[in-house]
């Protein structure tokens, strides 16, 4: 059922009786080519693409709650590429490209709103780093603009630019911004399954079924289904469903939190970071102040979030804007991330055979979540790693080769 | 907001502490000795429960002490806190930390 | 003044204190102890918002927290605060409130024209439309219309305040059952504080029977105010329940200079005694101003002495909505009749009613409503059971308002935060808590405990299915501008989860968090599909209970007051020296001394020049500086540098680099070996801090045998840097017990000595090259210090420089900077320390990490010069290496400028950078590319330093 202003109309004249299921609920099969639990963006994002690009269609996604109900529904839905190394450059400037024309694709709006990613200068040291990584970006192909107070004063009238941190300008990304989370989900869950994909939900993976090395297929709360290959895609679970299959990871798990105000008219123009307060902050469509900042200090796998955590983004976003003082703080949440060292992604096979995972971004997931996709499917329906993200294995904490973005540019990620 | 109980001083809030992460970490060496594989899983590899716990925090606004705790990651309780060179208790589940 | 609807007599109100306020412009009168609301509905405006998507008008709907429908703006200019509940507002003399989210009024509001694309606008519609050409095009209208208040422009004025307290018993609520629980255990002797979001204790009893069980409320007060032992905190709203029973709370405060305080509430016990939320009934055109809740009509009623309207008729499903009919009617209202939905209820209360003479109709509900804008009448059919209208059963009942009551909900959100689980009672028809997981109980109403029994049947929505009319909408939620209509499409279009529909539907997403709409979604999408409210699920609520502003979560920490920068010694006498001061690792450090109007330039040139020529100096307290003491010192130390520090000799200084234990350059500094058993290490300014927990750590988490104490000193010893040619000469004329002869006191050693009687510590190390001392006195001596070496050096013409200066210097010597030219990824073989580390036989934290396979590379990045080849150009630091064949990107980078400078003292650029085998290209040539560079810059890689490179200066 093709979405439209037009469907809409004539939908409108039946008082919207007529609409289908976005996707359809069947109850799972005892065998599939590829099982990907986890049904939240990047999961579903790969069903839908092993079908588009490769023409596996026999693809169940199994999702324990409901889909899109982890990180992809918890997060604060920023889509960037500016990074700083080549290998994460051409890896989110893919899943950037792919955002782009993605409502279209899916014929369903995710509500791509290139507004802009600013990430701000308060000292000649971060000026410097923000230099070389304008300069990286450019050098990769990716847009990005140095701007300078007196521009910034234009683009975002509130940001206080003398302040306890003063603004000395600050690195635009003009394609940066933000999409609809849920969207998002629904959207190529809604594409995978007119592909034929099944996505299951309320399906809890408890054990998988292994031979030897292999990994032959995943027992649920539904019975046991036999897969050629399982993809673990469950970003806030990773270690235990890990666990489950006798694979330790390189990761712990922190709450990150976010919290928004009250709607309020349109006050905050782009997506605005402030390295040294630590926050970021944007404004959503319906009108609520968006406020992000630095992870819950112990691993945890409570989604909710600490108070503690809250004061002190609040106090870094009044710093940056003091107008913001009387407005209302009106929900807050948190989502579980999976940290690795370098915050960068795991992506590709596992030493387990017939095990691929898909985990490790940390707080950045959502706006990878194409690319992730994208390459996962690639990687099952071939064997082989997506070019792209053969700098993503789980060999690289051997080696050593680490691709550490925070690091690098200094700038959280 | 947890409350910790400082071997050393007693009972404070969380924002007084720092947590160190995973304890009872064995690092291998000497260097020379050690293979990549072995210093790989020293270095990052973590248990990352979802369950109990065991860590370290020090009271960095306050003795500046290490010490152990184990902490139930999901409902953060704490069950036990011990010296850094004390053995790692055994915590029973229960049910009420689903 | 004319308030229509007030009585004569009755209410908590004081009418020899009458209140002028504006709404949307017009001029009202209400009386102290009013709330905005009620003063509205006294002066008779009915229509008091639009609503958030289709601008419909709106009125009051309930009289608390729970209010949908009133979100005002007060105030003006900095001042001005948004999407304030009406009902949570109390009413000051010249309050100034004007509607949200419409123009120019609430009453008459250009913007309703959304209100006849609602057919268009089903739930989701944004999902399937403003796809093409794209989301961008129609974005910026959608985000206009959206919002709801405006944000302030200006700082706020205002000051807010934070407090902990650490009790017994916490009690939330301070109705009947929070009173008693606070009495209770007060009396037992524990502390207890007692929180309520109302200006008067009394929850329910503020309005319903005064007396209970013995216990009226006067009694309760009374007893209460003679507990030490119970803190009581009116106009509190405890709104975030947190891990190990923290509890936060905010206390509006009128009448000192504090607008806001927040509460930490540290609890033994937490008693929740927030008692339970009317819930409406959904039914067509419910959503018109006029229809209200019941006991929001009942506490205007009874606090307020405001008549809901003149005519009321009451719509019900349980027996809680009777005892309103009889107050009503007795405070002399007009009671037209009341709905009842259930076919055969039978209760004292509903007899009561009748015998005063109320109309009653059973198995009857509302099916519309009527009126131009507020109701002048309401449609009502016989409905069965299940709540569906029979066809040929219509009747009309003139009234200016509708009480609606469908039931209630207890108030479970801080429960709910505290992690506990709840289960969906069937005969409350309503979630109540189930299992408690801290140390907390609820009781009263919060606990699904009512005193009399609501003889309740499930009402979710009227269905009006079966008549043949064109169909109206049934709002769930009022906030968010959600009917029944947009269930269906989310239940039709498989969106059936609760967090799917609330996220769908954008039910309970308002600023009351679906307090009148959660659970009457939950019940009417268990009718949709076909199954029992208990099975459809609960979401879990979140914090805050009720929006809280940030100005009370942040406190004082505004302004000077947050994260305030570190001070130097010096500080007043650079200031008053005209120094720029900037942030530098969290200390105010003086960038640069101008004089006379001189650029940055200039001055850094002068500085420079003075330092390289005579003597200059600089306050270098902020370095850190860690005394490390014990047996076992130099064996920590060894173990912690990549630098061998156990053939460190006593009065020696040796330059350490430490990495963390991945390998990556983390910190650098000169450490100085006193004696046998002391070491102070010298850290950067910004790592003092974080060395020494590192240091910490390795000693008490892995080398616990070691006899080692760490006593972080940086803030013990002002450090004056003196540095130059001129430098000896200088310190000689303080006078001080140390024999500073080149012979006596070599590069690269300290001596401890006097000042008189002060101790002074003098360690002769070079950051710029020169000759250079960093002379150490107690903190407070550290001012004095500064003015006596100005003094004695007048003749020598000593300069005081400030850090840019020092960075100059440093990059003509090729001296590197931890964070400029390290990053995440350097180890120190990167920065010519592969040699130390091949030396050194023992294991030190990090080394494994250097012999991994990514640490043997080849092409790793290494630090080397960089010379402009015209010998002219100063490189654009940040700029990335490129092949000499670049032209334009993208292209393969081989590495970055970290620091460049034009050199004063050679008169041409300097700078370093990190380069792709670098040390093996000596010579190369390269391009320099910086998108803010007007073009390219041709560089060779050259040797670090470009000043003194054999280091015969600073031997001097």
Redo the contacts between chains.
């Keep these: 059922m093709r979405?439209?202003?037009l469907?809409?109309?004539i939908?409108?004249l039946s008082?919207?009786?007529n609409?289908?299921?976005?996707?359809r609920?069947p109850e799972p099969k005892s065998s599939y080519d590829v099982v990907i639990i986890g049904g939240g963006g990047h999961g579903l994002a790969t069903a839908y693409y092993l079908a588009k690009y490769h023409g596996i269609t026999n693809v169940a996604v199994l999702e324990k709650?409901?889909i899109?109900?982890g990180n992809t529904?918890r997060n604060t839905t920023v889509v960037r590429s500016n990074y700083f190394f080549?290998e994460s450059a051409a890896f989110y400037e893919k899943s950037m490209q792919l955002w782009e024309g993605l409502?279209?694709e899916l014929?369903?709006?995710v509500?791509?709103?290139?507004r802009g990613h600013l990430t701000l200068a308060?000292?000649?040291?971060q000026v410097?780093?923000?230099?070389?990584?304008?300069?990286?970006m450019?050098?990769?192909?990716i847009d990005?603009e140095?701007l300078e107070p007196d521009d910034l004063r234009k683009r975002e009238?509130?940001l206080r630019l003398d302040?306890?941190?003063?603004v000395l300008g600050g690195l635009m990304q003009d394609r940066g911004g933000s999409a609809?989370h849920?969207?998002v989900a629904?959207?190529y869950a809604r594409g995978a399954d007119e592909h034929g994909a099944h996505i299951i939900?309320g399906c809890e993976v408890t054990g998988f079924i292994k031979q030897g090395n292999r990994v032959s297929g995943v027992r649920t709360n539904r019975g046991d289904i036999v897969a050629a290959k399982v993809c673990l895609s469950v970003a806030g679970?990773t270690?235990?469903l890990a666990a489950m299959a006798g694979l330790?990871?390189?990761?712990?798990?922190y709450a990150l939190q976010a919290f928004v105000?009250?709607?309020?008219?349109?006050?905050v123009n782009t997506m605005v970071l402030s390295p040294s307060t630590g926050i970021y902050i944007s404004?959503t469509?319906?009108?609520e102040?968006l406020i992000g900042g630095g992870l819950d200090?112990?691993?945890?796998?409570?989604q909710?979030?600490?108070?503690?955590t809250?004061?002190t983004v609040?106090?870094?976003?009044?710093?940056m804007f003091?107008?913001?003082?009387?407005?209302?703080?009106?929900?807050?949440?948190a989502g579980i991330c999976d940290v690795?060292?370098?915050s960068s992604p795991i992506l590709g096979p596992s030493p387990i055979d017939g095990l691929y995972l898909n985990c490790g971004f940390g707080t950045g997931g959502f706006k990878a979540t194409p690319a992730g996709g994208l390459t996962m499917a690639h990687t099952l329906a071939t064997g082989k790693r997506h070019p792209l993200i053969e700098p993503f294995g789980l060999e690289r904490?051997?080696?050593?080769?680490?691709i550490?973005?925070?690091?690098?540019s200094?700038i959280a990620h | 907001m947890l409350k910790i109980d400082c071997p050393f001083c007693g009972v404070r809030d969380e924002s007084e502490f720092r947590c160190g992460g995973q304890s009872h970490l064995i690092r291998p060496g000497p260097h020379g000795q050690v293979s990549d594989e072995t210093w790989a899983e020293y270095l990052f590899i973590r248990d990352n429960p979802k369950g109990w716990h065991m860590e370290r925090w020090q009271h960095i606004y306050g003795c500046r002490q290490w010490f152990n705790i184990a902490r139930h990651t999901v409902t953060h309780e704490i069950r036990a806190i011990y010296f850094m060179t004390g053995q790692k208790p055994v915590i029973e589940n229960d049910s009420s930390n689903a | 003044m004319n308030q229509p609807l007030r009585l004569k007599q009755g209410g908590r109100i004081d009418r020899s204190k009458p209140m002028r306020f504006s709404f949307d412009g017009k001029q009202y009168v209400g009386y102290a102890g009013d709330t905005l609301a009620s003063a509205l509905l006294a002066n008779g405006v009915r229509v008091t918002g639009r609503s958030f998507k289709y601008h419909r008008p709106r009125g009051i709907f309930g009289a608390g927290f729970e209010e949908p429908n009133t979100l005002v703006q007060l105030g003006s200019s900095a001042l001005s605060e948004p999407n304030l509940k009406a009902t949570q507002v109390e009413l000051i003399d010249g309050l100034e409130a004007r509607a949200v989210n419409c123009w120019p009024s609430a009453r008459f509001d250009l913007m309703a024209v959304f209100r006849w694309l609602k057919p268009f606008m089903p739930s989701g519609f944004y999902y399937k439309t403003f796809i093409w050409p794209s989301w961008h095009w129609f974005e910026a209208v959608i985000r206009a219309a959206a919002g709801l208040g405006q944000s302030p422009q200006q700082p706020d004025p205002d000051h807010y305040d934070k407090r902990n307290l650490s009790v017994d018993v916490l009690v939330v609520g301070g109705g009947r059952y929070g009173l008693e629980a606070a009495i209770k255990a007060a009396e037992e002797g524990r502390d207890v504080v007692l929180v309520d979001d109302k200006s008067q204790l009394g929850g329910a009893l503020l309005y319903e029977h005064q007396q209970l069980n013995g216990n009226s409320l006067v009694e309760l007060l009374d007893r209460a105010s003679k507990l030490s032992k119970l803190r009581v905190l009116t106009r509190c709203t405890a709104f975030g329940y947190y891990d190990h029973n923290h509890v936060v709370a905010v206390e509006m405060l009128s009448d000192s200079g504090l607008r806001q305080r927040l509460w930490h509430i540290s609890a033994g016990e937490v008693v929740l005694a927030t008692g339970a939320i009317e819930r409406p009934i959904v039914f067509p055109n419910n959503d018109r101003p006029g229809v209200m809740l019941a006991s929001a009509g009942r506490q205007y009623l009874h606090r307020y002495a405001v008549m809901a309207g003149r005519q009321i008729v009451i719509a019900t499903n349980n027996d809680s909505a009777y005892e309103v009919a009889l107050e009503l009617q007795a405070a002399g209202v007009k009671v037209v009749a009341v709905l009842d939905a259930r076919t055969n209820p039978d209760a004292l209360v509903i007899a009561a009613t009748r015998e005063r003479g109320i109309r009653i109709e059973f198995g009857a509900a509302p099916s519309s409503t009527r009126g131009s804008s507020a109701i002048s009448a309401v449609e009502w059919h016989r409905v069965d059971t299940s709540g569906k209208a029979q066809a040929d059963t219509s009747n009309v009942i003139d009234c200016d308002c509708l009480l609606v009551s469908g039931g209630w909900n207890p108030t479970v959100h801080l429960f709910s935060q505290s992690g506990g689980s709840l289960r969906f009672d069937e005969i409350l028809q309503a979630f109540v808590p189930a299992k408690s997981v801290q140390k907390e109980r609820s009781v009263g109403a919060a606990a699904g405990t009512f005193d009399t029994p609501l003889n309740l049947q499930p009402l979710w929505s009227v269905d009006v299915s079966l008549l043949k009319r064109t169909p109206n909408y049934s709002w769930v939620d009022l906030a968010s501008d959600v009917t029944e209509g947009d269930l269906r499409l989310a239940a039709r279009e498989g969106f059936t989860s609760v967090e799917h529909l609330k996220r769908y539907t954008t039910t309970g997403m308002m600023t009351d968090q679906g307090k009148t709409s959660n659970v009457n979604a939950i019940g009417v999408m268990s009718t949709i599909v076909g199954r029992p409210a208990g099975s459809v699920g609960t979401t879990k609520f979140r914090p805050p209970f009720n929006p809280v502003t940030f100005g009370a979560v942040v406190g004082q920490h505004v302004g000077a007051y947050y994260q305030p920068l570190r001070r130097l010694p010096t500080d007043e006498l650079q200031r008053s020296a005209g120094a720029v001061m900037e942030d530098y690792g969290g200390w105010a450090r003086p960038a640069y001394i101008p004089i006379k109007g001189e650029s940055e330039h200039d001055a850094i040139k002068r500085e420079v020049c003075a330092v390289r020529a005579g003597v200059g100096i600089v306050d270098y307290s902020p370095l850190g500086k860690i005394l490390v003491h014990g047996p076992d010192a130099a064996t920590l130390l060894h173990r912690m540098y990549v630098n061998n520090m156990k053939t460190l000799k006593p009065g020696f200084c040796r330059y350490g680099v430490m990495i963390g234990e991945d390998g990556i350059v983390f910190d650098d500094g000169v450490l100085t070996r006193w004696d046998e058993n002391t070491f102070q290490v010298g850290t950067t300014s910004g790592h003092a801090e974080r060395v020494t927990e590192w240091l910490e750590e390795w000693l008490q988490c892995e080398w616990v045998d070691l006899d080692v104490i760490v006593e972080p000193v940086t803030t013990q010893w002002s450090v004056i840097m003196v540095a130059g040619p001129n430098a000896r000469q200088l310190l000689q004329r303080l006078g001080m017990d140390i024999d500073l002869s080149a012979e006596a006191f070599p590069h690269m050693t300290a001596r401890s000595g006097h000042i008189g009687d002060i101790p002074v510590r003098i360690m002769r190390v070079s950051f710029t090259g020169e000759l250079s001392y960093e002379v150490s006195v107690p903190w407070s001596y550290g001012a004095a210090l500064w003015q006596q070496l100005l003094k004695l050096g007048t003749d020598l013409d000593v300069t005081p420089f400030g850090l840019e200066s020092l960075m100059v210097m440093r990059i003509e010597k090729g001296f590197l900077h931890v964070g400029t030219e390290t990053e995440g990824t350097t180890m120190p073989q990167d920065i010519g320390f592969a040699e130390i580390i091949a030396k050194k036989a023992d294991d030190f934290v990090g080394r494994r990490s250097t012999m991994t396979p990514e640490g043997m590379r080849r092409d790793r990045r290494q630090l080397v010069g960089l010379a402009a080849v015209d010998g002219a150009t100063v490189l654009p630091v940040g700029g990335h290496l490129v092949s000499a064949e670049f032209q334009k990107p993208p292209h393969k980078t081989q590495g970055y400028v970290t620091s460049s400078a034009w050199s004063p003292t050679l008169g041409r650029p300097v700078a370093m950078g990190l380069v792709e085998r670098g040390r093996e290209r000596l010579g190369e040539s390269l391009i320099v590319y910086s998108a803010r560079s007007p073009k390219p810059v041709a560089v060779r890689i050259v040797e670090l330093a470009a000043y003194d490179p054999k280091g015969e200066r600073l031997h001097g």
Excluded: C
Excluded at chain 1, 111 to 114: A, D, E, G, H, V
Excluded at chain 1, 122 to 125: L, M, P, S, V, Y
């Design positions: 979405y439209s202003a469907s809409i109309a939908n409108a008082g919207h009786s609409w289908k299921p976005a996707w609920s709650g409901w899109g109900g529904g080549p409502s279209r014929n369903y709006n509500m791509l709103s290139q308060h000292n000649r040291h410097e780093m923000s230099l070389r990584l304008m300069n990286a450019k050098l990769n192909g990005s140095w009238p509130q302040g306890r941190f003063p609809r849920d969207a629904w959207g939900q679970h270690s235990e330790r990871l390189p990761i712990t798990s105000s009250e709607p309020v008219k349109p006050i404004q469509d319906k009108g102040v200090m112990y691993p945890s796998y409570a909710r979030g600490n108070f503690h809250v004061e609040s106090a870094g976003m009044l710093e003091p107008a913001f003082s009387r407005l209302r703080l009106m929900r807050q949440w690795v060292k370098d904490f051997t080696s050593g080769a680490l550490d973005e925070a690091g690098a200094g």
